[in-house]
């Protein structure tokens, strides 16, 4: 499901709980609005209160570690794939057709994050992908090494190869996850309750309705930052390519 969409419902839950706490209070006989029953209330929804805060920031912590994981793989990514470049360079004339085709499959890889897009995204795993990286992977071991000098170069590029694609399965890996559906609904349901309390027990006038949507508003906020977070190679917050566009920059030089 689209994040924004997920934000909103949010929202509409969270918000939608205050307001029917209000019309309650209006409902209610006034023994149970006395101090002793609000007292008693206010204290179970602080509990309720106490834990959403804490499952937020996990899911906060969570989601940003996830992103800076995607990011800093990025990076480690680009500077290897240079490195590779510069292996083959000086590997010589022969390695030219696998450098040719390194920078081949990394514009095409470029082009496929750049669209930001999820269907577009699902194609950097699917088996045409896989085959496109064996393929030069292949390429690469077809390389004959006619001196010990080659025969180092060859290794070393080999286990830059290697690294290459162990991080771009771990930020693939790490793209596909998200707050799961269940641990959603009871955040949503412990939310919903607390601000259905401050509903119950606030005056209806506009000041206290004004403040209790932002209230909701930056709840459903920091839901919609956690699922963009996690999902940090597309959607409005992702991870700079920056990295990899200079990378492809120095390719074949």
């Not at 209070?25 to 834990?51: C, N």
């Not at 995204?121 to 496109?132: D, F, I, R």
């Not at 771009?168 to 259905?196: D, M, Y």
């Not at 839901?223 to 959607?235: D, H, K, Q, R």
Request: one cysteine or more; proline letters at 2%; charged letters at 15%.
């Amino acid at each position: 499901m689209n994040h924004l969409v997920i934000a909103l419902i949010v929202f509409a839950c969270v918000f939608g709980s205050s307001l029917l706490g209000m019309w309650a209070r209006a409902m209610l006989p006034e023994h149970h609005l006395s101090d002793q029953s609000i007292g008693v209330v206010k204290m179970a929804t602080g509990l309720i209160a106490t834990m959403a805060a804490l499952v937020l920031g996990l899911l906060v912590s969570s989601a940003k570690g996830t992103f800076d994981t995607v990011s800093s793989e990025l990076v480690q990514n680009s500077a290897s794939v240079i490195q590779l470049d510069r292996v083959l360079a000086k590997y010589g004339p022969d390695a030219q057709q696998v450098r040719v085709l390194l920078k081949r499959v990394y514009a095409e890889k470029i082009q496929i994050l750049d669209s930001g897009d999820e269907a577009q995204m699902a194609k950097l795993g699917n088996a045409e992908s896989v085959s496109q990286l064996e393929a030069f992977q292949r390429k690469l071991e077809s390389l004959a090494p006619r001196d010990d000098e080659h025969v180092q170069l060859k290794a070393k590029a080999m286990q830059i190869v290697e690294s290459v694609f162990a991080a771009r399965w771990l930020a693939l890996l790490q793209t596909k996850s998200s707050i799961p559906i269940s641990l959603l609904i009871v955040l949503v349901l412990w939310l919903s309750i607390v601000f259905g309390t401050f509903g119950l027990f606030a005056e209806r006038n506009g000041t206290i309705v004004a403040a209790l949507m932002m209230c909701a508003l930056s709840t459903s906020g920091a839901i919609f930052l956690i699922e963009e977070m996690s999902t940090p190679l597309y959607g409005l917050v992702s991870v700079s390519l920056a990295p990899m566009h200079d990378a492809f920059a120095h390719l074949g030089r």
